[in-house]
């Protein structure tokens, strides 16, 4: 009997072995200790009218459940080059998947489908690609090698990507260092993915085929803050160049990770670099924690070849059970099965991530090799485990198990069972040899689950319906002729205005420095105030209201010049935003007359200040000076407005004030 064994208890003692800190309370020595080390891979649709090897529109997609055909497919690995099978392909081989593609006609042709060969290579994509590969300091290709690259998940009809390398050796420069860029691509997107359930899976093909740069950075980057600064640095470079897609979904992330130990380990689709940190710092304490499994096992287990599950049948003659999740499973007619791990006791719930032990390690590959949608399994660590502590006294005692085993019941359709046992086996094997190459998925609690084995190079081979393509000189200093300027001299230059820190992040994300220099340069406008205006206030109205159908960015250049060419004070720009930007088509004349704006000269304006200073102090209430100034401010200022600096009308109130 395994006495009063608590999950809850291993796991918080495991997570104190592990010595995991919240990503906000860990200091730089801590990664450095543990030997952090990411890089990046970005992912970005360029902004073109057609798609990268057909001639259907880019970025035009289609409602859910709403298309006009359905291809079925089921994909089988091919051999590399070499003869040799890529691993990823063969685990997805294994799923047995069926391949759903609902297909819109305004979005998909007979190339999408892999049913014809490709078209030429769209020239303007390969353009923005050289363009930013060059913002990249990237040496440019002579000529564009156009290769294959394998997804067996169904994500492509062709079962493979075509990408080409357009630009390699280039950096970039963070606040402290400077991070090696290994090369720039330019390939095709992926489908959308509707759902997974089961052995089908369902795409819709609008998206496929979107040009897409890759950027692939080297493994420099030595803490989580440097790899998001980084990702926001290649997005604001990207997006610099106005010739990209943005929106959810337009730009996407895969993370590596590793620490000294452990390997490579690809978080894939990242869609939010605020979660960056988050993901890559809970991503090294997980191989951390999967390090001291290891070394655990080896302690405990001296021959580790000759190790391996046990497994029995249930059924329910035999084994009956009040848990909810074993009812419903046997009222689904599934098959159920009891394993026993030897030597495992205290390394299923032995923690992982926040919330995640290492027996969800081994659920998550059930649902992704043997198609077993959860929950498909429990454990005698579960979280509940007094729930189920007599069902698992009672395997104990059918498998004759040992103090230190641990026991799992497993239930899937009988077809999918084989391959569940093979999966559960083979993952506690890797925990033999510490952290395995794989690709993980982020969730939204910035955590992540297994997806698939990490890809390796028998996946690529090159491209024979495409020919190569020369990339001369003329075509290259044609494009560095007209770049925009580097993001690390933005930075330097909306610092050198005096713009605050906290707003250069949204500047820079919508490529608003060239419109603060236009207004500057043409309208004499303080640099501060154009810059605080668009990030603080702009920004304040947009995460309140949705941004109207008309609103853009350059908008704010015509508000700033008809209050140059009026002759209006800068500060009526504050009081006409709110209006203008909920309603970007309207008169600006009509803009001034919604805000009460009237002409007022100065002499009236100030004459406005000894009249509601008697009237102030008649009915004051505190003998504050700054509580004056505030009442009669409020009272003035729809005099002030636009005709004199609230600045200068604040401080003669003050003045005022003093003297009387």
Request: charged letters at 30%.
């Amino acid at each position: 009997m395994r006495g009063t064994f608590d999950p809850l208890e291993s796991f918080e003692k495991s997570k104190q072995l592990v010595g995991y800190i919240k990503r906000n309370k860990t200091k730089p020595e801590v990664y450095k200790k543990m030997g952090f080390k990411s890089g990046l891979e970005v992912h970005q649709q360029l902004r073109t009218e057609k798609k990268l090897f057909c001639r259907c529109p880019a970025g035009i997609y289609q409602k859910d459940g709403i298309y006009d055909a359905e291809v079925v497919r089921h994909m089988r690995p091919t051999l590399s080059e070499l003869g040799e099978y890529d691993g990823t392909a063969l685990m997805e081989f294994k799923t047995k998947k069926e391949i759903i593609y609902r297909i819109a006609n305004t979005t998909t042709c007979t190339y999408d489908i892999d049913d014809t060969p490709p078209f030429k290579l769209n020239r303007e994509a390969l353009k923005i690609a050289t363009e930013i590969a060059l913002l990249l300091k990237a040496n440019i290709v002579g000529e564009l090698h156009i290769t294959r690259k394998q997804y067996l998940d169904g994500s492509i009809p062709a079962g493979f990507q075509r990408t080409a390398i357009v630009g390699i050796e280039g950096e970039i420069s963070l606040s402290n260092k400077k991070v090696g860029i290994l090369q720039i691509s330019i390939e095709e997107d992926s489908c959308r993915e509707v759902a997974d359930i089961g052995h089908q899976r369902i795409y819709t093909t609008d998206r496929l085929g979107i040009p897409l740069v890759e950027v692939v950075t080297s493994p420099d980057l030595k803490t989580p803050d440097e790899a998001a600064e980084a990702a926001n640095y290649i997005r604001f470079l990207t997006r610099s160049t106005c010739k990209v897609r943005t929106g959810i979904g337009a730009a996407r992330e895969d993370v590596n990770v590793s620490i000294n130990g452990g390997t490579r380990v690809e978080i894939k689709g990242v869609a939010h670099i605020a979660h960056i940190q988050d993901l890559t710092h809970n991503e090294a304490f997980r191989q951390k924690s999967l390090l001291m499994i290891r070394d655990e096992l080896v302690r405990r287990i001296h021959d580790r070849n000759r190790w391996k599950i046990e497994s029995i049948d249930f059924d329910d003659d035999i084994f009956h059970s009040s848990l909810p999740q074993i009812r419903h499973a046997i009222e689904k007619g599934y098959h159920l099965k009891g394993v026993n791990l030897p030597g495992f006791s205290g390394i299923l719930s032995f923690f992982m991530q926040p919330g995640r032990m290492f027996a969800d390690e081994i659920c998550d590959r059930l649902k992704v090799i043997a198609c077993i949608e959860k929950p498909n399994m429990i454990h005698s660590e579960h979280w509940h485990y007094e729930e189920c502590k007599e069902e698992f006294e009672k395997i104990r005692r059918l498998f004759k198990a040992k103090e230190e085993d641990a026991q799992i019941i497993v239930w899937g359709p009988k077809e999918d069972i084989p391959l569940a046992l093979e999966t559960i086996e083979e993952r506690c094997r890797l925990a033999f040899n510490g952290v395995p190459n794989e690709t993980r998925k982020a969730l939204p609690g910035k955590t992540t689950i297994f997806e698939r084995v990490l890809p390796g190079p028998n996946r690529m081979y090159p491209d024979t319906d495409s020919a190569p393509i020369p990339i001369g000189d003329e075509f290259v200093h044609k494009i560095m002729s007209q770049l925009p300027k580097l993001v690390s001299d933005q930075l330097d230059q909306l610092r050198g205005w005096g713009i605050p820190e906290d707003a250069l992040a949204f500047l820079l994300r919508n490529n608003l420095t060239p419109l603060i220099e236009r207004i500057v340069t043409e309208f004499n406008y303080k640099a501060d105030f154009v810059g605080t205006l668009l990030s603080h206030r702009l920004k304040n109205l947009m995460r309140k209201i949705k941004c109207p159908a008309g609103f853009h960015f350059e908008k704010i250049y015509d508000l700033f010049a008809f209050t140059y060419n009026n002759k209006l004070e800068l500060d009526i720009i504050k009081f006409m935003l709110p209006v203008f930007y909920m309603h970007p088509d309207m008169d600006l004349q009509a803009v001034l007359t919604e805000i009460g704006f009237k002409r007022y000269g100065r002499e009236r304006i100030l004459s406005k200040i000894s009249l509601h200073r008697k009237e102030y102090r008649k009915i004051r209430t505190s003998k504050s000076s700054f509580s004056e100034c505030k009442w009669m401010m409020k009272r003035i200022l729809k005099y002030a407005v636009g005709n004199m600096p609230l600045a200068q009308l604040s401080e003669l109130i003050n003045k005022e004030g003093a003297r009387a």
